[in-house]
């Protein structure tokens, strides 16, 4: 029996290692032992991965949220405490981490997340276990699609592709656009399509479409196609790192127009990436974090006291969706997964910090998008807009 | 932009990534014509010098001229990356393909202390009253010295008993687990949060850019990024093939590769030319890994290694694998394909059109495009 293929030995251990080091980073969790009288909320996030700074943004606002919400005397008095898994940016993790939050955590209800293929994963298991969700930023309308116990307190794709797709046309006097799209995910995908229909509908022309993978660091290819039909702006529907990239590939090529793009972009590794290159781009958001609304003002000053940096429009939707869901328990009749699901549902103007949020009968909330512009390195308000089928007035500049 | 400048640039695109897969391949194809294995986990030690190069010009040399920086990067990650090449070679393949021996101790001592070291230091440094650093290297010291002798002892036994493996199978799926190994340490050491650095040019601050090079009507963008790039590729592939060609070392590798035991028989010392094409090898990839991302400022993480490592694997079989030329020219000619294809309608298949090369090329010429015929000895 010893002598049996033991030569293999190496190979095993080596192999053993492998996969126990593979196993090893799983989920974390902030554990502390629940008393037990605790409201247990979940939250599944982008803690790591591509997303990492989602991900970070929307649990620090959300950690502040039940901070606040604990000192001034919980729910009807009991305390709050949010459980947090980290999905490592990867759908098939979001929806191992949903399921420990609701089977091993006892999570009543649940927060998360932002990339939309990670939410509709996640989306998928708080359906099918009847625990209500909510989504602070996943913009693609499939999420709260998948049923009636899944919200969010964000604007959708459609919605935000048009407002895009306004801005180009009438802000800035684009007729032909090109669009580069990351096929990999369904939030690029969405916005690209969503783009088109509107842009094309208000007499625009896509003059080239070109797409990438998100395994990709070398887009020259596609982008010296891109200059070759000299589109007078380009949409790049994607997340930051690769529109960092994109963006110093593209000027390196001699293309000079201005970049658009949606919420993906607000990061500040954006900048700490692409440098100057992404100077006069613009990109459509929630929020304009140096909007001078007391409410802003008020959110931002807290962040900072707590976490030493400026917040971005991500974590404010992460506040908004904590405290939204925190609002729907006070006023639910009691405690159960149903009854805080019909109090989301009936939410109606809720002061969020995003704007005024009404839950709609899709589930999604109703409010204006920004417009950020680029300049030297910073994200400010260009302007806002409510209702992209309005043509905007053109803007003194 | 006219047709033949599109056509000249998507060129220059193409021969930039293609210089990128040229130094990864020539270490598949190396270790491939002495061990007649693929090293599957070659592409992970491209990510490994991709990081020795963020680590350098970001943590060691962070206010350094650009230069310096990049010379020092480029040592670092190519000495960096040939050690960790050599030790993969000592601890998993050479065992497999002698048998395990009583000199194959130290390596796995090494190894081993060093997650003993993570794992039992780490506990020890919250109960003791000595500097963290004393503790982790008094308790590595000891691990090795431990290890080393219990290791010694069970190797010698059990090399008595054992037989080398005489099938590739396991060495190939050897490589595939550190592979994982290196992807999962990688992940567990670094985050898997991309990182992103660039060496900036002198010139306040700003990217190493050409603007443009002029000719006629012809206007062509070429980084100085992508030209330091192909430049060290070309000189580096250069060297390779000189000393292959040319050196007696060279000559050892190329007896090896066409008959490994009529070369022990001659008195070439196989195991210790084998780890010379390890070393070459990874030191070749972590160049490429530090030169794509520091002088491109492209984000990476852990896992960038198997996508790059994997077409550049495709480029070595495209080119005839086992031959260190044909490894270059596959590279090339999957690089340009790439950038023509993103470019063209068919931008989606870009990926796959890689595939298409290698099933058409290996169709009507199954070694590949240099690669020869060598009927198999049974």
């Keep these: ?397 | 932009m006219n047709a033949l400048q599109i056509l000249l640039q998507q060129t220059v695109n193409g021969i930039q990534i293609g210089s990128v897969y040229a130094l990864i391949a020539v270490g598949y194809t190396m270790v491939y014509g002495v061990l007649k294995f693929i090293n599957f986990a070659h592409g992970d030690v491209y990510m490994v010098g991709a990081y020795t190069g963020f680590f350098t010009i970001t943590a060691i040399l962070a206010s350094r001229a650009p230069v310096f920086q990049g010379a020092c990067a480029l040592i670092l990650a190519m000495v960096a990356c040939s050690m960790l090449g050599l030790f993969i070679e000592r601890l998993a393949y050479r065992p497999l393909r002698n048998g395990i021996q009583a000199s194959d101790a130290p390596a796995w001592a090494i190894f081993w202390s060093l997650y003993v070291t993570l794992f039992l230091g780490g506990w020890l440094v919250n109960r003791s009253v000595l500097p963290a650093g004393l503790v982790y290297v008094a308790t590595f010291a000891v691990s090795v010295g431990v290890m080393y002798v219990v290791m010694r002892r069970l190797f010698t036994t059990l090399s008595r008993r054992l037989k080398p493996s005489t099938d590739r199978l396991s060495a190939l799926i050897t490589a595939i687990g550190v592979s994982l190994l290196l992807e999962n340490q990688g992940a567990a050491s670094f985050g898997v949060t991309p990182r992103a650095a660039q060496i900036h040019g002198v010139n306040g601050g700003k990217d190493l850019y050409l603007p443009t090079i002029v000719a006629g009507h012809i206007k062509l963008s070429v980084g100085v990024g992508q030209i330091i790039v192909l430049a060290a590729a070309l000189l580096l592939t250069a060297v390779l093939v000189y000393t292959v060609r040319f050196t007696a070392t060279g000559r050892s590798i190329r007896a090896v590769s066409l008959d490994r035991d009529a070369a022990a028989l001659m008195g070439i010392p196989t195991d210790r030319v084998i780890a010379m094409t390890f070393l070459i090898g990874s030191a070749l990839a972590g160049a490429a890994g530090m030169l794509n991302h520091m002088l491109t400022g492209i984000p990476f993480d852990s896992n960038i290694g198997i996508a790059l490592g994997l077409k550049a694997f495709v480029a070595a079989v495209l080119g005839g694998i086992g031959s260190i030329e044909g490894a270059v020219l596959g590279a090339l000619l999957m690089g340009i394909a790439e950038t023509f294809t993103s470019g063209s309608a068919f931008s989606p298949f870009k990926d796959a059109v890689a595939f298409v090369i290698l099933i058409v090329v290996l169709l009507f010429k199954p070694t590949g495009l240099m690669g020869r015929y060598a009927p198999e000895k049974v």
């Excluded at chain 1, 972009?265 to 992404?278: M, N, Q, T, V």
């Excluded at chain 1, 929020?287 to 003002?297: E, H, N, Y």
């Excluded at chain 1, 910090?353 to 300049?375: C, L």
């Design chain 1, 1 to 397: 029996m010893m002598r049996l293929k033991m030569w293999h030995a190496p190979a095993a251990v080596l192999i053993a290692t492998g996969i126990v080091l593979s196993g090893c980073k799983s989920p974390s969790n902030s554990a502390s032992q629940s008393t037990g009288n605790d409201i247990i909320v979940g939250e599944y996030g982008s803690l790591t991965g591509p997303q990492a700074t989602f991900g970070k943004s929307t649990d620090n606002a959300i950690q502040l949220a039940v901070e606040q919400l604990n000192s001034a005397g919980g729910i009807n008095g009991r305390k709050v405490k949010v459980v947090t898994q980290d999905d490592m940016s990867q759908a098939n993790n979001a929806a191992l981490a949903v399921q420990n939050l609701i089977d091993q955590q006892h999570a009543i209800a649940v927060l998360g997340e932002v990339a939309s293929s990670c939410s509709e994963a996640g989306g998928r298991v708080c359906q099918e276990k009847g625990i209500p969700m909510i989504s602070p930023s996943s913009t693609n309308p499939a999420v709260t699609q998948i049923g009636d116990d899944i919200f969010r307190v964000c604007f959708i794709d459609p919605f935000q592709a048009a407002v895009v797709a306004r801005f180009a046309h009438d802000g800035l006097g684009a007729t032909r656009v090109a669009v580069f799209t990351n096929t990999d995910q369904d939030y690029s995908t969405g916005f690209t399509k969503n783009f088109i229909a509107a842009f094309t509908a208000m007499g625009g022309t896509i003059v080239i479409q070109k797409s990438y993978g998100g395994s990709d660091t070398d887009f020259r290819g596609s982008l010296t196609a891109i200059a070759q039909a000299k589109p007078q702006a380009i949409l790049i529907p994607g997340y930051y790192q690769d529109v960092a990239s994109i963006a110093k590939q593209a000027r390196a090529l001699g293309i000079t127009c201005p970049l658009l793009g949606g919420d993906g972009w607000d990061s500040p590794d954006l900048i700490k990436i692409g440098g100057a290159a992404l100077n006069n781009c613009y990109f459509s958001d929630h929020l304009a974090i140096d909007d001078p609304t007391p409410a802003v003002a008020k959110f931002v000053a807290a962040y900072k006291a707590k976490y030493g940096q400026t917040p971005d429009s991500l974590a404010a939707l992460g506040y908004d969706s904590a405290n939204l869901l925190f609002a729907a328990m006070k006023a639910a009749k009691s405690l159960t997964p149903s009854d805080i699901r019909d109090a989301i549902a009936a939410t109606k103007n809720f002061p969020g910090i995003t704007g005024n949020i009404t839950i709609n009968a899709q589930r999604n909330a109703d409010k204006p998008a920004v417009i950020i512009k680029i300049v030297n390195g910073q994200f400010t308000k260009y302007m806002s807009i409510a209702n992209p089928d309005v043509p905007l007035q053109p803007k003194a500049s």
